[in-house]
């Protein structure tokens, strides 16, 4: 009984990790890589080698690190000044409290258009700069639920 309380466990967690790749307030890959974890224990750490939940736990580690750098990057590839990359946290998180979660990347978008406006911007440049960041935040999620995808896939192939 406790073998299937875990695994549906498990499966719950996977898919609100899965769920987390796009939410920016639910952590998507610890999640999944979580449900990896309470799956080897359900059967008896038998399902995954040691080397693979090592791999998957440094890869999710990276993943997770590259969700913060890949839309800063994105900003500053496309030329979006500091005010610009507060203004896409701001608007982020305003879009996503009442759009969810689709308002996450029109509130980005929103708020670096809207910072670079403030620091003098116009225009095609203002634009350009939020075009940036919205590139990083779909680069970043794209990268998230495909490592949160091949962990599921590893769930449900070692449950059957």
């Known amino acids: ?6 695994v549906i466990l498990g499966i719950l967690v996977s898919l609100i990790g899965l769920a987390g790749c796009i939410l920016p307030a639910v952590p998507g890959p610890p999640l999944s890589f979580t449900a990896l974890i309470i799956l080897s224990f359900a059967r008896g750490w038998e399902p995954f080698s040691l080397s693979f939940l090592i791999v998957m736990g440094i890869l999710t580690a990276c993943v997770t690190l590259l969700d913060y750098v890949v839309p800063a990057a ?3 590839r496309y030329g979006a000044s500091r005010l610009s990359v507060w203004g896409s946290i701001i608007g982020m998180l305003i879009g996503l409290l009442f759009f969810p979660p689709w308002g996450m990347i029109i ?3 929103l708020g670096v258009l809207t910072g670079e406006l403030v620091v003098g911007r116009r225009g095609k440049e203002a634009f350009r700069a939020s075009w940036g960041v919205v590139v990083g935040n779909l680069v970043a999620i794209g990268l998230k639920l495909a490592l949160s995808g091949v962990m599921l896939f590893f769930y449900v192939k070692e449950m059957f």
């Open 1 to 6: 009984m406790l073998m299937i309380s875990l």
């Open 74 to 76: 994105g900003a500053k």
């Open 107 to 109: 509130g980005a978008l």
